[in-house]
Structures are given as C-alpha cells and as structure tokens.
C-alpha cells in the first residue's frame, strides 16, 4: 500500500490548505484514517481521525473547529482542511492508514505558516 500526501506549501496566518492523501496497493474504504504532525523538534501529534465509513471524526484540541477531515472512497482519498492556520501549525504532515494491527504511512507533505 502506497500514502501519498500533497497539498503543502507556504501560507499567511489567516490562511487555509487542504491536504490531499492518495492511496494505491488498496482500498482505503476499510482503513481508519489518521492525520499526524510533527513539528520541529516536537513529537508527532495526532490532529485528526476518520472512521472507515466516515461517520465519526476526531481532533486533537489544538485544531479542533480549524480544521475538518473527509475522505472519499470513490477517489479512494482522505483530505484534511485546514482553516485559520497559524505558525505553529507549521510541520510536516502524514496520513496513516490503520486496519487492526497492520498499518501504512505516507511520505509526508510540509506546510509552513509564513509571518
């Protein structure tokens, strides 16, 4: 199974993105979906989570109400929208899929908050 996240880039506070995460190798309608981030110097944090049917979202505190994640079966692709973005949402950004114990990770995709 092969993640690939897009989306990155250089925003202004204020700003929004929305990342993208690719699947291949399977099909993603089975996986638990998950956002991470790490920042520098700092742990990998999960920001959110999305049952395989897409019925339940979950946010970590830090970005809950900025950002949504959704995912699209047909595309067999998970997004996260990112909202109000602020400096040290700065980091890089990683999909996780997750079905019981086997799990898969992208390469990652960085997005910067400019001053």
């Known amino acids: 199974v092969q993640l690939v996240e897009s989306g990155g880039g250089l925003v202004q506070p204020g700003g929004s993105l929305r990342l993208s995460c690719a699947a291949s190798g399977a099909t993603l309608s089975s996986f638990v979906m998950r956002w991470y981030r790490q920042g520098p110097e700092k742990e990998r944090e999960l920001v959110a989570t999305i049952t395989s049917a897409g019925g339940s979202t979950f946010y970590s505190d830090s970005v809950k109400g900025r950002f949504t994640i959704s995912r699209d079966n047909a595309k067999n692709t998970v997004y996260l929208k990112m909202n109000s973005l602020k400096p040290e949402d700065t980091a890089e950004y990683y999909c996780?899929?997750?079905?019981?114990?086997?799990?898969?990770w992208g390469q990652g995709t960085q997005v910067t908050g400019s001053s």
């Open positions: 996780n899929a997750k079905m019981g114990n086997v799990g898969y």
